[in-house]
């Protein structure tokens, strides 16, 4: 067979996978729940299957590594009184990073029994809300809210050692009242070098970088917004061109009219979803890997939701309140919630 040849029958195996998927049917999940002594934890990094570490509200950093038979924990302080509000959790692949919101903002770097402080921000407007590291586990990012005309956004080129906020020439110009939501840590999604946020409040943009966060294109959405409780609160892609935004309005959580969207074309446009259709307010939205953008969770304080079609249809498939999820694999995501940790575990139809 020849090398053309070859390339193109590959191909065409590749499409055919793809297209014959057969997506689930889930009428509802079970959730196994473990009680954390914390309070309300809206970041958590998964390793595996049995490891995962969360960063709670009260300061607490903690993990299990024997899938939920045991809990550890850290609870930190920062001049002895202040007690860091966690909402961001990532790794580089060796080490685990936390970051708090308000002011001081406080970035830990967490190395087995070391723990340390790697960026602190005094300014009074300062609020970080999600923070997220790079395939290569060399670059990092955080984003906030405005302090001045611009996002507040850090970068790490070193692996997390140091980290640098970029100024807000190099930024693009924020509304007043756009600023993000610290609801689930997914308001970043990262792709090889491609980076995604979504803002929310008086305008609901995504906001995209191919160098690692330096520079920046805006994209507008038709998600609902105007308000400071309206917007995108979660954002994944599937591959590079592939996305779907969710959000909605927090102080009308059982609302479902342009709370949702999807793009085809890496984040240029985006669609919305049906008027009317589920789910409602969500606070993240994650695909799940392996079922080539087809299935879907949401979760929130609303329940969890499932679509088997790319989005176009919703279940709800339990009644559970959570903040977050995050997929392992095909089967198995862990979620967040108030003193809680959840673990789903899905098979094959």
Request: aromatic share 12%; charged share 20%.
């Amino acid at each position: 067979m020849n090398r053309l040849l070859f390339i193109l029958v590959t191909g065409l195996l590749l499409f055919s996978c793809k297209e014959n998927y057969e997506p689930r049917e889930l009428d509802s999940v079970s959730i196994i729940e473990f009680t954390v002594d914390s309070s309300s934890i809206r970041a958590i990094q998964v390793i595996n299957d049995s490891t995962i570490f969360y960063a709670g509200s009260r300061g607490d950093i903690g993990y299990t590594n024997d899938n939920g038979v045991t809990w550890s924990k850290q609870s930190l302080t920062y001049q002895d009184s202040i007690i860091p509000n966690f909402r961001s959790i990532a790794t580089n692949g060796k080490d685990i990073f936390a970051l708090s919101i308000v002011s001081p903002a406080l970035l830990y770097k967490i190395s087995g029994e070391k723990t340390e402080l790697v960026y602190s921000e005094n300014h009074p407007k300062s609020f970080y809300d999600a923070l997220q590291f790079f395939d290569d586990g060399i670059h990092g990012i955080a984003v906030g809210d405005p302090t001045e005309d611009c996002p507040s956004i850090i970068i790490t080129e070193d692996g997390g050692i140091t980290w640098n906020k970029i100024a807000c020439e190099n930024l693009p110009k924020f509304e007043e009242g756009e600023a993000y939501f610290a609801a689930s840590n997914t308001n970043i999604k990262i792709i090889d070098k491609t980076v995604w946020m979504a803002s929310g409040g008086k305008k609901s943009s995504v906001y995209k970088s191919v160098d690692y966060g330096n520079t920046w294109i805006e994209n507008s959405t038709p998600i609902i917004q105007g308000i400071g409780s309206q917007g995108i609160y979660s954002i994944d892609f599937t591959d590079e061109n592939n996305g779907i935004v969710l959000g909605g309005d927090y102080s009308k959580p059982l609302a479902n009219d342009s709370n949702k969207a999807i793009t085809k074309d890496g984040g240029k446009t985006w669609d919305l979803f049906a008027v009317g259709e589920n789910p409602n307010y969500k606070s993240c939205v994650q695909y799940v890997p392996g079922t080539n953008g087809q299935e879907i969770f949401a979760v929130g304080f609303t329940g969890v939701s499932y679509s088997n079609d790319g989005g176009n249809t919703w279940k709800d498939v339990s009644e559970e309140k959570y903040f977050t999820i995050q997929f392992v694999d095909k089967n198995t995501a862990w979620l967040s919630g108030n003193n809680k940790i959840g673990k789903l575990v899905l098979g094959d139809d």
